[in-house]
């Protein structure tokens, strides 16, 4: 078992134990729901690179799949519910965060980064660029590109969901725009799902061979449930975003209603 997944997990939760006991020192309490999420955010990481998943990754394609879905696509979104503002702001200690918040070229290229028009195009160009065959097959043969590989779909990931989410912000702002913007970014993964389910040739024969066949699995079934974890996972995210953000806009525009009539019914009075 490779330590370093471990001791990186284990130091984001502990971590994250010290800032919600810094802020319980200054009287702000953290949501137990905004905790769980976190907390579920490094299940999934976890549950991906230790363990079944990341020894079948060695001879299934499938079990690869599952394991980037895992470690990004929904830990992703549950790390940044948990990290929601003023928790951001008190993970790292101040001999850490300070100089890092002095450093104006990070500061401006995150900010470029998480940028809507920005954050698609970077996920898209990392999904695709290490899905081509010799990328692909780089990270299976050298074990330090291959973690290269997961920060990079790992970091793709948070920057798509940072604009919708805004752990930043103390409040998630219900707008619609977010829905399309999920939307976007989902149907861009689902067009690769789809071409690893249409395919009728395995794409990575030269990676993985014939090992599927030792867990039941034809090398193109494999390849299938490999496509078909990635669109069944997209659709879900799809149909939870357009949800969530309908229901929300409709919540704020009542919210800001009830807001302007105790306003004027002072004036009025």
Not at 13 to 37: D, F, S
Not at 72 to 88: E, H
Not at 155 to 163: E, S, T
Not at 235 to 241: C, D, Q, R, S, T
Request: with cysteine; proline share 7%.
């Amino acid at each position: 078992m490779d330590p370093g997944p471990l001791i990186l997990i284990a130091a984001g939760a502990l971590l994250y134990w010290r800032a919600i006991h810094v802020l319980a020192g200054r009287g702000w309490r953290v949501g137990r729901w905004q905790q769980a999420a976190f907390c579920a955010g490094l299940l999934a990481t976890t549950a991906g690179l230790v363990g079944p998943i990341d020894t079948l990754s060695e001879d299934l394609m499938s079990a690869h799949m599952a394991q980037h879905l895992l470690i990004a696509d929904l830990s992703a979104p549950l790390l940044l519910v948990g990290l929601r503002t003023p928790v951001l702001q008190n993970m790292l200690p101040p001999p850490v965060l300070v100089p890092l918040a002095r450093q104006r070229w990070l500061r401006r290229g995150l900010a470029v980064l998480r940028r809507p028009l920005v954050a698609i195009p970077v996920f898209v160009v990392l999904l695709y660029g290490w899905h081509f065959t010799f990328a692909f097959g780089a990270a299976m043969r050298h074990p330090a590109l291959h973690a290269v590989q997961h920060l990079c779909f790992v970091g793709g990931a948070l920057l798509v969901w940072w604009p919708v989410l805004e752990p930043d912000r103390r409040r998630l702002r219900g707008e619609l725009w977010k829905a399309g913007h999920v939307l976007a970014a989902r149907f861009m993964g689902m067009f690769l799902g789809m071409a690893f389910v249409l395919t009728r040739r395995p794409v990575y024969f030269s990676i993985y061979g014939d090992r599927p066949l030792r867990h039941g699995l034809s090398p193109v079934a494999d390849q299938q449930l490999a496509g078909g974890l990635m669109l069944g996972l997209d659709f879900f995210v799809i149909l939870f975003a357009l949800t969530f953000f309908f229901w929300r806009a409709a919540a704020d525009h009542d919210r800001s209603e009830r807001e302007a009539a105790k306003r004027a019914a002072p004036a009025s009075g």
